[in-house]
């Protein structure tokens, strides 16, 4: 109602829209605050970007060769063993890269690279490594790493090596004092390390080029794990075995060592695994063969011994024809005794409760032999895992789990086979037993020969054949080739990662214009106070703003003057013009208009206002006249030194016989004002403002004057103002900005709503100049 009453005052219209030139506009004013704090950030980027250290990025590609060649093996009960049929399983990748990124293969990496020395140029403003560039070379002979863990936290860890002449080396400890004199090949012992320093420069004419080098010795385990941190290993597909290495460092040359020597030593485990596989399996044969060996002396010297007592010569052609129908028969027994041989060694083996790998490639069956493969394999990756952590890992726990179900099934497929070739052996006794029943005529002496040289013969084949395997174990040793191929080696790209001068600066910039805009916003949002139109339309949107009055400096005059023209008198006269119109609205007889006014608290210029509205409406011609309704803190005194103990309002309420116009007083201001004073301060004054009285001096004020200003005492202090409202035409409510908190409007809001205080408008005091009005707002001003 308020709006549509009031629409000709300058009113803010709801709106959720985003006013963009308004936001920037509110922060335009701080455009000093935002030049400085970005230069600072833009000076500070320059000074990182200049002396901060390059980092540089490696990359290197290599491809996990699969090796076992022979797709994935089945169980007895159908369950694939390799998931990926011709290729390495995604368990089997995942563990490439668990091993490519260990703690041990980067530790391995970094002794084998002496990573842990590090040779520093202090010249510059910002220490610079030298690496290979370093003109000596330390060799450690012996590190205590206990004692030098004491020494970096001592400082004592860092040595600075200095050119004095030919041959001569000075080695400082700067953090204890100690100086060392030296010489290049020569024995240098510290309390943590003993080492020797070598010549590192090509040239050995211009060894006086460098003064002094630091040298810095780490932890291996320490330097290890910083390089384990900036590693990055990735698969570039997960159907391929493709592998992608990243690495950053300060020297791209260190980088690419790190990289080179990380595949060398990933290569170099590898082939040690299979190295170990190819020995347990030649140490297995060899074993065999010397049991059979012994086994074949055995049963050749029982054969000579046999004749030789039975004095018998070469029988067969008595009995070829008999023979030769059994041979068949004796042939695939020989086989099947290979086998039952074979597989009752392997039984053995694997009753024996051994953990180590099983021999392979013994000619059994294809089922069997990859379950061998398998096995050997997980029980490698077990062997790796625990050397970098316990039983208690969870891909160690997996693996004993798939280790024990090969083993069994490795144990129950040697027993199916060896069952089968049971069977397979009680057919060809069956069949063999019925020939012999032909040649049971035949002397016993002929059956034990046949009976000897049959074991001879088996004996012999095994021995062939586990001679075979052993060369075939010898060549596959001799041959075994890296397991990771390289695609690309180790390279940097020339060009620094960090810092990038572009998103340096542009962080610069950002936080150059973010830090100034989040204090500035941190400010508001913590300012409790109202500062502008803007706030106080927010916490009262059904309320009229008549007005904003100018904040004036302490030098300048609080009170307008006849032809002020100054920015307070113009504030004034558009008060005036929005009162005459809100009080044209609400006159409802030829009588004046009275205009109460108040404030919240104490302090927020309602006297100020009430002078100056008295003032201005004087000034255009009408009479006014302007009493002091505050019985407790009389203030029109201030302006008026000679109201301080006049008598007024109070004395006119308790003397019931003395006109009204005894009290009225002459304005200084203006000829066109008069001034009713508080009068006397009485003891009871919320009794007399509930008298008649009271409503009979407003009523005749009204009559005699076209304006009745009433400066009222504060309402949420004291009752002295709801229980007179009563009598306003118009409630001027005034409001300061910067004084009074946002959550006193509550009290305003819910004093109206409850019919408190009529007909009220707003009007917001002590306004900075960047805060006022519609014409700062929209940047408009006009000269005077």
Do not use: C
């Amino acid at each position: 109602m308020a709006k549509e009453k009031y629409k000709y005052l300058p009113v803010a219209e709801d709106s959720n829209d985003i006013n963009v030139r308004e936001i920037l506009d509110k922060y335009k004013r701080f455009w000093p605050w935002f030049v400085v704090v970005t230069a600072i950030f833009l000076a500070a980027a320059v000074a990182f970007i200049k002396y901060a250290p390059n980092h540089y990025t490696s990359v290197a590609s290599i491809i996990i060769n699969d090796e076992k060649g022979n797709g994935g093996a089945r169980t007895s009960n159908g369950f694939d063993v390799d998931l990926l049929s011709g290729g390495l399983s995604s368990n089997s990748m995942a563990n490439e890269l668990g091993l490519l990124t260990s703690k041990r293969l980067m530790f391995n990496t970094v002794k084998a690279l002496d990573l842990n020395i590090q040779y520093l140029n202090n010249t510059d403003f910002v220490a610079q490594p030298l690496y290979d560039s370093s003109p000596i070379k330390v060799e450690i002979l012996r590190l205590d790493e206990q004692k030098l863990r004491q020494a970096i936290k001592n400082e004592t860890n860092i040595l600075t090596v200095g050119y004095k002449g030919p041959g001569t080396l000075q080695v400082t400890n700067e953090a204890s004092g100690t100086k060392i004199d030296a010489e290049f090949n020569t024995h240098v012992d510290l309390d943590f390390v003993d080492f020797v320093i070598k010549n590192n420069t090509a040239d050995t004419t211009n060894i006086s080029s460098w003064t002094e080098v630091n040298v810095k010795f780490l932890p291996i385990k320490s330097v290890a794990a910083a390089y384990n941190r900036k590693l990055q290993v990735e698969l570039i597909d997960d159907k391929a075995t493709l592998i992608k290495l990243r690495l950053t460092d300060r020297v791209p040359k260190r980088a690419e060592d790190v990289l080179n020597q990380l595949i060398f030593e990933y290569n170099r485990e590898a082939i040690e695994d299979k190295n170990l596989i190819a020995k347990n399996t030649a140490d297995f044969i060899d074993e065999r063969l010397s049991i059979i060996n012994s086994e074949l002396d055995s049963v050749e010297s029982g054969k000579e011994s046999f004749k030789q007592v039975n004095r018998l010569t070469d029988i067969g052609a008595e009995s070829s024809m008999m023979i030769q129908n059994v041979s068949e028969y004796n042939k695939q027994q020989q086989q099947v005794a290979t086998q039952l041989e074979v597989t009752g060694s392997m039984l053995s083996y694997l009753d024996s409760g051994s953990n180590d790998l099983l021999p392979a490639n013994l000619g059994l069956e294809s089922e069997t032999n990859g379950f061998v493969t398998n096995y050997n394999d997980l029980i490698i990756k077990r062997d790796k895992l625990l050397a970098g952590s316990t039983n208690k890992n969870p891909l160690v726990v997996s693996l004993n789990e798939q280790i024990d179900l090969l083993r069994s099934n490795v144990k129950q497929s040697l027993l199916n086979q060896r069952q089968n070739l049971v069977i397979q052996k009680e057919s060809l006794r069956k069949r063999t037993g019925f020939i012999g029943s032909q040649i049971a005529r035949m002397p016993g002496q002929e059956r034990q020969v046949r009976g000897i040289e049959r074991q001879q013969s088996i004996k012999e084949s095994l021995y062939l054949f586990l001679l075979q395997k052993r060369e075939e174990n010898t060549l596959e040793l001799s041959v075994t080739g890296p397991k990771a191929k390289i695609v690309d080696n180790a390279s940097s790209s020339g060009g620094t990662i960090s810092p990038s001068p572009k998103i340096v600066l542009g962080a610069a910039v950002i936080l150059g214009l973010l830090l100034p805009f989040l204090v500035i916003r941190g400010k508001e949002l913590l300012n409790n106070k109202i500062n502008s139109r803007e706030d106080l339309e927010k916490l009262t949107k059904n309320l009229t703003i008549l007005g904003e009055l100018p904040s004036i400096k302490t030098k300048d005059s609080e009170l307008i003057t006849t032809n002020d023209r100054s920015v307070l008198a113009e504030a004034f006269r558009i008060l005036s013009a929005n009162l005459q119109f809100v009080g044209a609205s609400q006159k409802t007889s030829d009588a004046g208009v009275s205009i109460f006014v108040t404030s919240t608290v104490k302090g927020e210029g309602k006297t100020f206002v009430s002078t100056n509205m008295a003032i201005t409406l004087a000034s255009t011609g009408k009479k006014v006249v302007l009493v002091g309704g505050d019985l407790r803190n009389p203030q029109l005194q201030r302006y008026q030194k000679s109201l301080d103990k006049a008598l007024g309002v109070s004395d006119y309420l308790v003397n019931k016989e003395q006109e009204l116009d005894t009290y009225l007083q002459n304005s200084e201001f203006h000829e066109n004002l008069r001034v009713l004073p508080s009068g006397t301060i009485p003891p009871n004054p919320a009794e007399l403002l509930q008298t008649n009285r009271l409503r009979t001096m407003l009523s005749e004020l009204k009559q005699n004057y076209d304006y009745v200003i009433v400066d009222t005492a504060p309402a949420l202090l004291v009752a002295d103002t709801f229980l007179i409202n009563k009598y306003a035409d118009l409630t001027l409510y005034v409001t300061r900005a910067n004084f009074t908190e946002k959550k006193l409007m509550e009290f305003t809001t819910d004093a109206v709503e409850n019919g408190k205080l009529k007909n009220l408008n707003l009007v917001l005091n002590d306004v900075a100049q960047r805060n006022l009005g519609y014409g700062s707002k929209y940047g408009y001003t006009y000269g005077v």
